[in-house]
């Protein structure tokens, strides 16, 4: 089992739509997680912090659950611009490294 | 502005080659990394600092060095024992532990 997985997709959704997806990962102890927006061979760009409460950033909702070890994005009246891949990543061992999953792949069609 | 700079953006290494790709940060961030990214895939973290004079392997070192003698500079370099060093390299930086990472815009490497 990979410490952090993520559904590739596509999600394929019409502008206006909502559309949501997960990331599960392997250690219960884990602390910090984060959302990054990746655009086709450009680099990773932090798109929020993900905080126990769930919290907020405009459109974007993200959410944690601890029990179920899996963290979530939804993103809400999907603009053009969204289409992107998504990826999460998480302090597994509350050290410096992040492990990475392999991303979601979002387009969002006119 | 604040930020992380490397380069080249295109590399392009011969056979039995050693190339050393360049990452520099001005965001007075302590800890710096370099990641590989393949295809389709996600991020693997080859090296890791956590303070100048200071480095730790990542999951995939092997056929790679680094150094950190200035808090702002962190070099890879891809030596000749990497034989599959085709991919994007992303090098990032954080202010500590748990701290999330800011990226360069990255260097595609490709063998002649």
């Known amino acids: 089992r990979k410490e952090v997985e993520q559904d590739p997709g596509p999600f394929n959704v019409p502008e206006g739509a909502t559309v949501a997806f997960n990331c599960t990962y392997s250690?219960?102890?884990?602390?910090?997680f984060f959302w990054y927006r990746q655009d086709c061979r450009k680099e990773p760009k932090l798109l929020m912090s993900?905080?126990?409460s769930g919290n907020e950033d405009g459109r974007f909702t993200a959410q944690l659950n601890r029990a179920s070890q899996y963290i979530s994005l939804l993103i809400r009246d999907s603009k053009l611009s969204d289409s992107a891949t998504y990826l999460c990543?998480?302090?597994?061992?509350?050290?410096?490294?992040?492990?990475f999953g392999a991303g979601t792949t979002v387009t969002v069609r006119a | 502005d604040g930020g992380i700079t490397q380069s080249p953006k295109y590399l392009f290494r011969k056979e039995g080659q050693n190339v050393t790709l360049s990452c520099e940060q001005n965001?007075?961030?302590?800890?710096m990394y370099w990641y590989r990214q393949d295809p389709g895939q996600g991020l693997r973290l080859i090296y890791y600092?956590?303070?100048?004079?200071?480095?730790q392997k990542g999951d995939i070192a092997e056929g790679y060095s680094v150094s950190r003698e200035k808090k702002e500079s962190f070099p890879l370099t891809v030596t000749s024992a990497q034989k599959n060093p085709t991919a994007f390299y992303l090098c990032?930086?954080?202010?500590?532990?748990?701290?999330?990472?800011?990226f360069g815009d990255g260097t595609r490497l490709s063998i002649l």
């Open positions: 990032a930086s954080s202010q500590g532990a748990r701290q999330p990472q800011h």
């Open positions: 250690n219960s102890a884990s602390q910090s």
């Open positions: 993900v905080y126990s």
């Open positions: 990543a998480v302090n597994l061992s509350n050290d410096y490294k992040l492990s």
């Open positions: 965001l007075n961030h302590d800890a």
């Open positions: 600092s956590q303070i100048v004079n200071d480095f």
